[in-house]
Each structure stands twice: as C-alpha cells, then as structure tokens.
C-alpha cells in the first residue's frame, strides 16, 4: 500500500507527511514542483527514509503523473499542490489558474485513467482526496453562522475562485465518472514550516527582525485559525472513513481578529524573546487593505465531528506557543526560506501597501 501526496514539499503537505510517517509504516509518494512556496528542508528528517521517495515535478504534467501512478500503484492521491497566497493571486493570477484548475484537472484525469483500470478491492478501496479551503464559500457578515457544507460557493479572490473551480471539478468527476473522491474545505492553518509570507510567520519573523508588522486595513478581518496537524488528522479521517462525493468542513472553532492574533503574537514573543528596545506592539503598523479583502471566515466543523468523530486536538494558546517556539528553535530555516525570491517579493507586496 502507497499514497501519493501532490504538495508535500509545502506547509501543509510536509506537515502531513511527516505526520503520516510518525503514525503508519505506509510509503508516501511526494510530487512537488518546488515552486518558491516548496521546500525540501522541511522533509530533511526523512533523508534515507525509504517509505518517502520526493519527485520533483508538476501536477500538469501528465506523463509524468501517469508514470508515477503505474509505478507506485497507490491506493489513493492526497491533493495539496496549489497556489495557495491570496496577496499573490491578486498580483499575479495565471499561476493559480495554471496550477490550481488544470492541475487538478490533469490529476483527476491520470487518476481516472488509472482507477478505471484497477479491479476487485483496489478499485473499490481508491480514494482521490482533493485539500480545499473555506476560502469558497465567501466573505460572512458578523452575525452569519459559520460556513456548513452547504453554503453556496462565493468565491472573491483570485485564490479562492481557482480553489473553488478546482472543488467544482472534483465533485463533477465523481458525479459524471463514478471518480471515488472526497473533499475537505479548511479553515486558515498556522503551525511549523509555514512560509513567512502568511499572517502569523510574518508577525513572527518580522518581530524577531524589528520590523514593522503590517496590518490591512482596520485589522478586524475575522479568520478561524486550526493548528496544521489538527488539519492533518481531520484529512486522515476523512481518507479513512468520509463518503464518496461528499466533503466535509475542517475547522478550529476559533474566530480572531487579524489585529487580536498580531497582538497575542506579539505578547508571547514579549515572555519567549523579550526586546531590549520594548514591547513588540510598537511595531504594529496599519497599511493599505487588501483589494476585495473578505471579512470574515468561520467554519462549522459538527458534519466531521458527527460522522467521523474528528475534533481539534489543539487549542489556540496551546498551537500558537508551540508555533512560535518552533519559529525562535529554527532561525537557520527562516533565514533559508527568505531567499532572493522572498525578498523580491516583501519589497514588492509592502511597498504598495505602505
Ligand atoms: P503552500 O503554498 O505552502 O504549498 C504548496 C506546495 O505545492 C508547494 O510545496 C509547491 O511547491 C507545490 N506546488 C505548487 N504548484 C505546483 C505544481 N504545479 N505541481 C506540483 N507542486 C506544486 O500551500 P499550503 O498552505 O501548504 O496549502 C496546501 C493546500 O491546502 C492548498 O491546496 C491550499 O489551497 C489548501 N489550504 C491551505 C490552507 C492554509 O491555511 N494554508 C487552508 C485550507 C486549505
Ligand atoms: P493570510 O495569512 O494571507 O491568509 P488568508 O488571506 O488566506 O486568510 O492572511 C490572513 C489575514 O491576515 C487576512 O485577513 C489578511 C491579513 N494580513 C495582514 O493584515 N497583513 C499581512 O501582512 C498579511 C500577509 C495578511
């Protein structure tokens, strides 16, 4: 038995993998680009570990991936390769269409050409399951019930229509060819390995910096904040024991504002780190708004809950103090990740904002 992982090399697919390699002995096939948001480091702990073989490549490429399908024979694909920065779907947005739309359309047909081949238990037992986020379903105003299964898709971003195109097709494939898929929508995941481009390892790493910590707009921008390995159980069970076609909200029952989070950021790094110079707040500074910025996201994560008896093992003072403990334990890999290419586009992104 195999499994092969799209986006592994990433925050939330390296986080997943070695957190399936911690808990089974069942190989994993990792397929990454190695796009800028890539990262081999965070898989190092497996160097020689023959149950992870890394293929460096593109999920459109479809040889490629058909390859990989006839030579590993996995029993499901776990779909995290995206494009996943907001900010940047705004700047640029053909590669999320590139990667996030067709890519997911040339996995779901090498899968279908392999799945259509396979008899008797692999067949039936063949899982594809797509990663989404709950960025689909739109912006809520302060007084709506979080996001069910249900809700309409009202995607606003760049980001977030390509996430939502990409669910779209995934459903449509099981509907029309009988395509044993499963879909989790989750809400915002902080943790280890997150690439400091994102709300939190920004905060962090620019703190640690003495750098300005950009607020958009008014900061009271609401985000259901999960802890990543909490969204790696809740895509487990799902893989496990979620039904065909349906999908199935991921969430940390744990709405903050952008401005509360900077400022909870900001207190624990005051106890872990403290700064000569004085509290970190003072370097809290309110910047432009995102264009078309959603207010508020929130998740109702009873349907997982019920069905499958998921529920966050984490809280949110337990999983941010472990986050930036694990930011202050590793600067070598933030000095690492902040490459030419992430510099190129700190300068670009809070230029405009400023
Ligand atoms: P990430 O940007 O950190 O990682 C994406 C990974 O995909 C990188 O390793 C990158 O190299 C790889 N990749 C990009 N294009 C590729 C291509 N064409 N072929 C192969 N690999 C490619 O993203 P993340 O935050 O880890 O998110 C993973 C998935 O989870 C995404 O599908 C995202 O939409 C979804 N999601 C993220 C969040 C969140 O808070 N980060 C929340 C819910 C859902
Ligand atoms: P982000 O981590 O980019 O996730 P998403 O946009 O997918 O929710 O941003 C989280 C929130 O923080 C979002 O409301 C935008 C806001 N934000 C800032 O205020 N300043 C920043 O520098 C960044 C990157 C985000």
Redesign the pocket.
């Given at each position: 038995m195999t499994i092969l992982v799209t986006g592994g090399a990433g925050f939330i697919g390296s986080n997943f993998v070695l957190d399936w390699l911690r808990q089974s002995d069942e190989p994993v096939v990792n397929l990454d680009a190695l796009t800028y948001a890539g990262n081999p480091e965070n898989l190092a702990s497996l160097d020689g570990d023959a149950r992870h073989t890394f293929v460096k490549g593109d999920i459109c490429d479809r040889a490629l991936v058909d390859q990989l399908l006839i030579t590993h024979q996995p029993r499901a694909i776990v779909h995290f390769a995206a494009e996943s920065?907001?900010?940047r779907s705004i700047s640029g947005p053909g590669a999320f269409m590139r990667t996030n739309v067709d890519g997911t359309f040339t996995l779901l047909e090498a899968a279908r050409a392999y799945w259509g081949a396979l008899d008797g238990e692999a067949k039936a037992g063949f899982r594809f399951h797509h990663v989404s986020t709950d960025?689909v379903y739109g912006s809520l105003k302060p007084t709506d019930p979080p996001f069910a299964e249900t809700n309409p898709y009202e995607p606003n971003s760049p980001?977030s229509a390509s996430k939502a195109a990409s669910d779209h097709l995934v459903r449509s494939w099981h509907h029309t060819y009988g395509l044993p898929v499963v879909t989790t929508n989750c809400s915002?995941n902080y943790g280890p390995y997150h690439f400091p481009?994102?709300?939190?390892p920004?905060m962090i790493v620019n703190a640690l910096a003495g750098k300005p910590l950009?607020?958009?707009?008014d900061?009271q921008?609401i985000?259901d904040w999960l802890y990543v390995t909490d969204h790696c159980s809740g895509i487990r069970a799902v893989l496990a024991g979620g039904k065909l076609g349906e999908t199935y909200n991921i969430g940390g029952w744990n709405e903050q504002a952008?401005i509360d989070i900077v400022k909870i950021v900001c207190k624990l790094l005051d106890g872990m780190r403290p700064d000569p110079a004085g509290p970190y707040e003072r370097l809290i500074t309110y910047?432009k708004d995102?264009p078309g910025?959603?207010r508020r996201?929130a998740i109702d994560a009873r349907k997982i809950e019920r069905e499958l008896g998921w529920r966050p093992a984490e809280t949110f003072e337990t999983g941010i103090r472990k986050t930036v403990q694990w930011y202050l334990d590793n600067p070598e890999w933030v000095a690492r990740v902040q490459s030419g290419a992430y510099r190129d586009w700190i300068s670009q992104q809070y230029t405009a904002a400023a």
């Amino acid at each position: 038995m195999t499994i092969l992982v799209t986006g592994g090399a990433g925050f939330i697919g390296s986080n997943f993998v070695l957190d399936w390699l911690r808990q089974s002995d069942e190989p994993v096939v990792n397929l990454d680009a190695l796009t800028y948001a890539g990262n081999p480091e965070n898989l190092a702990s497996l160097d020689g570990d023959a149950r992870h073989t890394f293929v460096k490549g593109d999920i459109c490429d479809r040889a490629l991936v058909d390859q990989l399908l006839i030579t590993h024979q996995p029993r499901a694909i776990v779909h995290f390769a995206a494009e996943s920065h907001v900010d940047r779907s705004i700047s640029g947005p053909g590669a999320f269409m590139r990667t996030n739309v067709d890519g997911t359309f040339t996995l779901l047909e090498a899968a279908r050409a392999y799945w259509g081949a396979l008899d008797g238990e692999a067949k039936a037992g063949f899982r594809f399951h797509h990663v989404s986020t709950d960025e689909v379903y739109g912006s809520l105003k302060p007084t709506d019930p979080p996001f069910a299964e249900t809700n309409p898709y009202e995607p606003n971003s760049p980001y977030s229509a390509s996430k939502a195109a990409s669910d779209h097709l995934v459903r449509s494939w099981h509907h029309t060819y009988g395509l044993p898929v499963v879909t989790t929508n989750c809400s915002n995941n902080y943790g280890p390995y997150h690439f400091p481009e994102k709300l939190i390892p920004l905060m962090i790493v620019n703190a640690l910096a003495g750098k300005p910590l950009p607020v958009y707009g008014d900061g009271q921008q609401i985000r259901d904040w999960l802890y990543v390995t909490d969204h790696c159980s809740g895509i487990r069970a799902v893989l496990a024991g979620g039904k065909l076609g349906e999908t199935y909200n991921i969430g940390g029952w744990n709405e903050q504002a952008n401005i509360d989070i900077v400022k909870i950021v900001c207190k624990l790094l005051d106890g872990m780190r403290p700064d000569p110079a004085g509290p970190y707040e003072r370097l809290i500074t309110y910047v432009k708004d995102r264009p078309g910025h959603d207010r508020r996201y929130a998740i109702d994560a009873r349907k997982i809950e019920r069905e499958l008896g998921w529920r966050p093992a984490e809280t949110f003072e337990t999983g941010i103090r472990k986050t930036v403990q694990w930011y202050l334990d590793n600067p070598e890999w933030v000095a690492r990740v902040q490459s030419g290419a992430y510099r190129d586009w700190i300068s670009q992104q809070y230029t405009a904002a400023a």
